[in-house]
């Protein structure tokens, strides 16, 4: 029996009363993403940190912790899903953070929570900031991957402008 999800915990949040959850239980690597979609006009030429703090329980993996695209009309054009840096196995609150450069080509950005694997990743008191170039990026792009089919346009033409509810109170 395979499940994969995310939802909201009021027993295991590290402030307030509520955090975010993914879990994946079952045979197989199963994936679950907690995504938020907004557009790029406030970065542009800025850097850009996403930070949470996470909690797993009995995870295994490739890729878990945080991810975040930076995505031009027909191109990504920045990527991290902490993939060199998985968040695995059972732990206290530690936090974990992206970084990337938001070009001036920039349509929007794309992030969120990712848990590719087994077991429960719980999040909370997400933070998405400019700060200064002097902080490193942690971009796993070489080069902007083109995107051959309609690209990324339509996918941030009704998105926020700036990051809600990131602490899973609201």
Same mark, same amino acid.
């Given at each position: 029996?395979?499940?994969?999800?995310?939802?909201?915990?009021?027993i295991?949040?590290?402030t307030?009363?509520t955090?975010?959850?993914?879990?994946?239980q079952?045979?197989?690597?199963?994936?679950?993403v907690?995504?938020?979609?907004?557009?790029?006009?406030?970065?542009l030429?800025k850097?850009?940190?996403?930070?949470?703090w996470?909690?797993?329980k009995? %995870? &295994?993996?490739?890729?878990?912790?945080?991810?975040? $695209?930076? @995505? =031009?009309?027909?191109a990504? #054009?920045?990527?991290?899903n902490?993939?060199?840096?998985?968040v695995?196995?059972?732990?206290?609150?530690?936090?974990?953070?992206?970084?990337?450069?938001v070009p001036?080509?920039?349509?929007?950005?794309?992030?969120?929570?990712?848990?590719t694997?087994q077991?429960?990743?719980?999040v909370?008191?997400v933070?998405?900031?400019?700060?200064?170039?002097?902080?490193? %990026? &942690?971009?796993?792009?070489?080069?902007?991957?083109? $995107?051959? @089919? =309609?690209?990324?346009?339509? #996918?941030?033409?009704d998105?926020?402008?700036?990051p809600?509810?990131?602490?899973?109170?609201?």
């Amino acid at each position: 029996d395979n499940s994969a999800g995310v939802g909201l915990s009021r027993i295991d949040a590290r402030t307030g009363t509520t955090a975010a959850y993914l879990s994946a239980q079952g045979r197989g690597p199963l994936q679950a993403v907690l995504s938020q979609f907004i557009k790029s006009e406030e970065f542009l030429g800025k850097r850009v940190r996403l930070s949470a703090w996470v909690k797993p329980k009995e %995870v &295994t993996g490739t890729v878990s912790g945080l991810w975040m $695209r930076v @995505d =031009a009309a027909q191109a990504m #054009l920045a990527f991290d899903n902490m993939s060199s840096r998985p968040v695995v196995g059972t732990a206290e609150w530690r936090q974990i953070s992206i970084v990337l450069d938001v070009p001036t080509e920039a349509i929007g950005i794309a992030f969120g929570a990712l848990l590719t694997g087994q077991g429960t990743l719980i999040v909370d008191d997400v933070t998405f900031e400019v700060v200064p170039t002097t902080v490193p %990026v &942690t971009d796993l792009l070489t080069a902007p991957v083109p $995107r051959a @089919d =309609a690209g990324f346009t339509a #996918l941030y033409s009704d998105a926020i402008s700036t990051p809600l509810n990131l602490g899973f109170e609201g």
